[in-house]
Antibody, heavy 119, light 106 residues
Framework: QVTLKESGPGILQPSQTLSLTCSFS??????????VGWIRQPSGKGLEWLAT???????HYNPSLKSRLTISKDTSNNQVFLKITSVDTADTGTYYC???????????WGQGASVTVSS | VQMTQSPSYLAASPGESVSISCKAS??????LAWYQEKPGKANKLLIH???TLQSGTPSRFSGSGSGTDFTLTIRSLESEDFAVYYC?????????FGSGTKLEIK
C-alpha cells in the first residue's frame, strides 16, 4: 500500500525559505518510471503543480516558480524534499506530495501539509 | 497548456447522471487524468489516459475524449460522489489542472 505524508513548519515569515518533507512507504523511488511530485492549493482555490522528481533524478519545475524551487530526494530513507525560497503571503496554502506513475499521473496523494506565511 | 473546466458548480440528486467538461488550449492526445477531492481525505485518481479507470474506481464513472475536449460522466450518483473534481493534463510540462467542479447535493 502506497502512503505519503507531508511535513513542514506550519507557519513562517515572509522572505524565509519553506522546507517541506514527503515521507513515503509502499514503493521504491529507485524503481523505473516512479516519481514524486509536489502540488499546492491556496485556501479555497484550485491545484497548482510545483515540481516532480523521477527515479532517475530527472527534475521538472513549474516555470512560474522555477527560480525559487528546489526538489531533491533521499532514496535510502524514502523521502523527497521541496524548498521554496523567498516566500510571501501568496505561498500560503496546503502542500501535497504524490506518487507519480505513469509519468505525469499522480496515483496516490498525501493528506497535505498546511503552510501559512505571515508576519 | 491551459485547462478550462466547466461547470465550476453543479447541483444534482442521488440517482441522477452528471457530466463535467474539460477543454485543453491545445491537443494533449489522451494524456488527461481526473481526480476527486473530498474533505479530510487524500485526493483520489479516478481516471487516466482520458478513459482508463484507475483500480478501485466504481464503474459508474467514465471518461471520454481526446485531443482538446474531454468529459467525465458519473451515472447514478451516490452520496459518496458529492465532491470536487479536477482534470489534469500530463501531455507536457508544466503539468496543469482545471479549476475544479464542485458537485453538491440538490
Amino acid at each position: 500500500q502506497v502512503t505519503l505524508k507531508e511535513s513542514g513548519p506550519g507557519i513562517l515569515q515572509p522572505s524565509q525559505t519553506l522546507s517541506l518533507t514527503c515521507s513515503f512507504s509502499g514503493f521504491l523511488l529507485s524503481a523505473s518510471s516512479v516519481g514524486v511530485g509536489w502540488i499546492r492549493q491556496p485556501s479555497g482555490k484550485g491545484l497548482e503543480w510545483l515540481a516532480t522528481i523521477g527515479w532517475e533524478d530527472v527534475k521538472h519545475y513549474n516555470p512560474s516558480l522555477k527560480s525559487r524551487l528546489t526538489i531533491s530526494k533521499d532514496t535510502s530513507n524514502n523521502q523527497v524534499f521541496l524548498k521554496i525560497t523567498s516566500v510571501d503571503t501568496a505561498d500560503t496554502g496546503t502542500y501535497y506530495c504524490a506518487h507519480r506513475n505513469p509519468p505525469g499521473v499522480m496515483d496516490a496523494w498525501g493528506q497535505g501539509a498546511s503552510v501559512t506565511v505571515s508576519s | 497548456v491551459q485547462m478550462t473546466q466547466s461547470p465550476s458548480y453543479l447541483a444534482a440528486s442521488p440517482g441522477e447522471s452528471v457530466s463535467i467538461s474539460c477543454k485543453a488550449s491545445k491537443s494533449i492526445s489522451n494524456n488527461l487524468a481526473w481526480y476527486q477531492e473530498k474533505p479530510g481525505k487524500a485526493n483520489k485518481l479516478l481516471i487516466h489516459s482520458g478513459s482508463t479507470l484507475q483500480s478501485g474506481t466504481p464503474s459508474r464513472f467514465s471518461g471520454s475524449g481526446s485531443g482538446t475536449d474531454f468529459t467525465l460522466t458519473i451515472r447514478s450518483l451516490e452520496s459518496e460522489d458529492f465532491a470536487v473534481y479536477y482534470c489534469q493534463q500530463y501531455n507536457e510540462y508544466p503539468l496543469t489542472f482545471g479549476s475544479g467542479t464542485k458537485l453538491e447535493i440538490k
